[in-house]
Nanobody, 121 residues
Framework: QVQLVESGGGLVQAGGSLRLSCAAS?????MGWFRQAPGKEREFVAA????????YSRDSVKGRFTISRDNAKNTVYLQMNSLKPEDTAVYYC?????????????????WGQGTQVTVSS
């Protein structure tokens, strides 16, 4: 079992920044961030591998969001800059993707509780 604790969501104006954190009880192969807006499916945002720090992100957040990790703290961060109203969603961290499917929602075994991010226009 892996426990994940998220923090850092909130309300911000368009163009602003937020940093999300996700602390894991132990590291696994990789950790990802996903988001789910009302009425929409949960979608991949970004992922990072624990050992090598390789990162992956969806096109719509490239250049604005940065995923990083602190191995000593078993914590992954999602720095979100230049936020847009369409970034509004509940953001979830997840870990232990099966078969190296870092971009696939259903591949992740463990999930955090989610944190709300609201971007006002």
């Amino acid at each position: 079992q892996v426990q994940l604790v998220e923090s850092g969501g909130g309300l911000v104006q368009a163009g602003g920044s937020l940093r999300l954190s996700c602390a894991a009880s132990r590291p696994t192969f990789a950790m990802g961030w996903f988001r789910q807006a009302p009425g929409k499916e949960r979608e991949f945002v970004a992922a990072i591998t624990w050992r090598t720090g390789d990162t992956y992100s969806r096109d719509s957040v490239k250049g604005r969001f940065t995923i990083s990790r602190d191995n000593a703290k078993n914590t992954v961060y999602l720095q979100m800059n230049s936020l847009k109203p369409e970034d509004t969603a509940v953001y979830y961290c997840a870990t232990d993707p099966q078969n190296w499917r870092l971009l696939t929602t259903l591949a992740y075994r463990y999930w955090g509780q989610g944190t709300q991010v609201t971007v006002s226009s």
